[in-house]
């Protein structure tokens, strides 16, 4: 059983907005759909971290989810900025059960098992806040972060970040976010979000700070999940 992630599918199946208009997307689908079952087993897991489908609303998302449900393994997915169809855990949930859509989980507030780790994580958030919005916002997301890392901790099992914003980028970082992965000790975090050449070339990755990061938007990993464990 091995954990893969990656982030940011921009899903268009049941909506008209495809992403093949932008350089590198062309036949973005058939591409993830073909490295996908190269490599992942129906045994193992897989995180989607954010940016999952385009649609508005939830019951909008069937297509696209099915194509998920359809590829091999188990996946988990959690809220990016684009996914406006998100909604209560319990209603997402529902959703699920009612579509059969059964190797969907939601990580919001919680965390999974998956061999020696423990899924953890939240969207995160900008890494300038100085908007009262932003702060409440990001207050929330800070408090989601710790509830997850928490849950994970209680498993037993090492805790793994999964977020959709980055926590540091360019060297500017996130202090409120960084904050609780430096107080729970987190090594490994990865996330989404970032995308084109010249953005990604800004993105940290490798070891800051004794945590090591990972960029896992659709581009930057050519539409292939890649292996955590």
Known sequence: MSLFVIGDLHLSLGEDKPMDIFSGWQDYVQRLEKNWKRIVTDNDTVVIAGDISWAMKLEQTYTDFKFIEDLPGKKIFLKGNHDYWWGTKNKIDNFLSANSLDTISILFNNSYVCGEYAVCGTRGWFLENDKPEDIKVLNREVGRLITSIESALKTGKEPVVFLHYPPVYGGNECKEIMDVLRKYSIKKCYYGHIHGTQNMRYATEGEYDGIKF?????????????LVR
């Open 214 to 226: 990972t960029l896992v938007s659709c581009d930057r990993v050519s539409f292939t999940p890649i």
